[in-house]
């Protein structure tokens, strides 16, 4: 949410912690962050030199207990992410790690909550890749962790994201109902004294037009020949699916497990991969096929009921720099046209651009943590920025070279539609934004309702070392 607050004492300080602390953001600066020693913050529990170093259980919330090096690994985690922690006590951080707990156990106890294995592992082996890509092996992994090796480390890592995944799955139900009137946002805004009100950083509103290169029909052969090589080999030759997967695979997410994935129709896999999957029978190879990722077969190993375990391998066709200047000739004419007022920017868009998301509504960028139009300044992708901050509203960027999270580049260019001045908020003009203020207040009011009631009824143990804390919540059930 693009906002940028003075003082809103008004909203209790727990609600900021809420929403925070992503455990595998933390990967990008591991090899920085592996060396030094955890800050510890002044407050109610012991100075560091007083405090035990071994390793023990300072809290149990029903089903799930925390570690004393829980606490560490959030401020880690904090500092990795570029997050002050010189405000942020251990008592706070234990406050919210078992707020997180407490959310966990009572998923457990939901019969409507449900957490499968099989989304776990999936979810597993997908961050598992992407974190070894960034911190370089697994040893390095097992070292930052403190993991004697990688079936440990597996262990750990499977608990870590299903306890994530139970409490945000609960966090969610507690939340799911909680609705706002346009009464009760203007009720939100007048309470607000004057002095505290919230100041919105400087905006920008955006257009888009991307002109992917056309893959040649021969890259395209080469790729399908390739695949039909491989499923030959394994189906005549007895080769291994697996080997051939680890070896030639393009696939981050499951390359590094031989192409493996498990799933059911829920599973947020594209349309295309999904249908062919479940149109096989165990021990079939699906002839190559095609999504958006690239070119694809698929073994299924084994049915499961609803579920199906798979192998498969993805292959992209190559961009040559003819496809690419091809692009840039393309994207180079249409701004041409767009500056000789031949063209607007949005028909365009509309009539030219290759980007499915965009072109529908004239090229309009949607910013995807608020999916409204606008994007704070301040909080802005960097590569989006330096694409963008110089630009004067309804200037047209030169080509941009892009590339996208797939890997695959592209040109594309760029237009600030409106630019927002930083300003105190106006309650016509920020409806949006206080709304979405005035929602989350009644959802954390929500929210500390229900917790009050789910600590009274939860096995709640907190170690002495910890019992002077000033709690938020009232864990220690006075």
């Not at 942020?88 to 457990?108: F, N, P, S, V, W």
């Not at 299903?162 to 346009?182: C, H």
């Not at 579920?307 to 498969?312: S, T």
Request: net charge negative; with cysteine; proline share 3%.
């Amino acid at each position: 949410m693009p906002l940028k607050i003075k003082t809103m004492k008004f909203i209790n300080n727990k609600f900021l912690l809420l929403f925070t602390f992503a455990f595998f953001t933390v990967i990008a600066t591991a090899q920085e962050v592996i060396q030094e020693e955890t800050a510890v913050k002044k407050d109610t529990v012991k100075k560091v030199s007083q405090r035990k170093k071994v390793d023990g259980v300072i809290a149990t919330i029903g089903d799930f207990i925390i570690l004393d090096s829980d606490i560490d690994m959030e401020y880690i985690e904090l500092t990795s992410q570029g997050i002050s922690v010189n405000d942020i006590t251990r008592c706070q951080l234990l406050g919210k790690l078992m707020e997180d707990r407490l959310y966990a156990h009572q998923a457990l106890q939901d019969s409507t909550i449900v957490v499968n294995d099989g989304e776990i592992n999936n979810m597993m082996d997908e961050r598992l890749t992407y974190m070894l890509e960034q911190i370089g092996s697994m040893d390095k992994m097992l070292k930052f962790y403190n993991k004697k090796n990688e079936e440990e480390f597996r262990s750990f890592f499977f608990d870590v994201l299903k306890q994530g995944k139970l409490s945000s799955e609960m966090r969610n139900k507690v939340v799911a109902d909680v609705e706002i009137t346009p009464e009760e946002v203007r009720t939100f805004f007048k309470k607000i004294p004057t002095e505290e009100l919230p100041v919105f950083g400087a905006e920008l509103e955006l257009s888009q037009i991307v002109i992917e290169p056309k893959v040649s029909d021969v890259e395209r052969q080469k790729v399908i020949d390739k695949l039909i090589e491989i499923r030959k080999d394994v189906l005549e030759n007895g080769s291994s699916f697996r080997t051939r997967a680890v070896l030639y695979s393009q696939d981050p997410g499951s390359r590094s497990s031989g192409g493996f994935y498990k799933m059911n129709r829920k599973t947020p896999f594209v349309k295309e991969f999904k249908d062919v999957a479940f149109s096989l029978n165990e021990g079939e190879i699906s002839m190559p096929f095609q999504t958006d990722f690239g070119y694809h077969i698929i073994l299924v190993e084994k049915i499961k009921g609803q579920e199906v375990e798979l192998r498969h391998i993805l292959l992209t066709p190559k961009i040559t720099d003819d496809d690419l200047r091809e692009a840039k000739e393309k994207v180079t004419l249409i701004r041409s046209r767009i500056v000789s007022g031949e063209l607007t920017f949005a028909e365009a868009a509309r009539n030219l651009s290759d980007e499915k998301e965009t072109k529908t509504n004239g090229g309009i960028l949607l910013n995807p943590k608020t999916l409204d139009t606008r994007f704070e300044l301040t909080k802005m992708d960097p590569s989006l920025y330096s694409q963008v901050s110089s630009l004067k509203p309804n200037e047209v960027s030169q080509p941009i070279l892009d590339e996208d999270q797939k890997g695959m580049k592209k040109y594309k260019l760029m237009m600030v539609t409106n630019r927002i001045d930083s300003h105190v908020a106006d309650y016509a003009t920020d409806y949006v934004k206080i709304k979405e203020l005035a929602l989350k207040e009644k959802q954390f009011e929500a929210i500390g309702k229900w917790s009050n009631e789910k600590i009274l009824e939860t096995y709640i143990r907190i170690n002495a070392e910890y019992r002077d804390c000033d709690f938020t919540n009232n864990w220690l059930k006075k």
